[in-house]
Nanobody, 124 residues
Framework: QVQLVESGGGLVQAGGSLRLSCAAS????????MGWFRQAPGKEREFVAGISWSGRSIYYADSVKGRFTISRDNAKNTVYLQMNSLKPEDTAVYYC?????????????????WGQGTQVTVSS
């Protein structure tokens, strides 16, 4: 089992920045890909970014490319999402997820472990 706890959400003005953190505990953290997803009210959960266990493979949703950066520190069992140039449409609950296997996947059903989510609100 893996337990994931997100932090770092909050209220920010458009154009501002936030850094989300996801602390993992349980089984060995460093052996699988990690992902960030988000879900806005009335919408389906969507992929934001993913990172391989080594950190050498990274994928972003087109909507966040150039603005968000995912990273991980396996020594600290933590994955991060640096969010810059935030827009009102980035407002959502952001979830950290972990999966077994080697490849990053962009669908939520591909992840076995989820955090409780952290709210990000971007005001215009």
């Amino acid at each position: 089992q893996v337990q994931l706890v997100e932090s770092g959400g909050g209220l920010v003005q458009a154009g501002g920045s936030l850094r989300l953190s996801c602390a993992a505990s349980g089984r060995t953290f460093s052996t699988g890909p990690m992902g960030w997803f988000r879900q806005a009210p009335g919408k389906e959960r969507e992929f934001v970014a993913g990172i391989s266990w080594s950190g050498r493979s990274i994928y972003y949703a087109d909507s966040v490319k150039g603005r968000f950066t995912i990273s991980r520190d396996n020594a600290k069992n933590t994955v991060y999402l640096q969010m810059n140039s935030l827009k009102p449409e980035d407002t959502a609950v952001y979830y950290c997820a972990a999966r077994n296997g080697q490849n990053i996947v962009v669908i939520s059903s591909g992840y076995s472990y989820w955090g409780q989510g952290t709210q990000v609100t971007v005001s215009s």
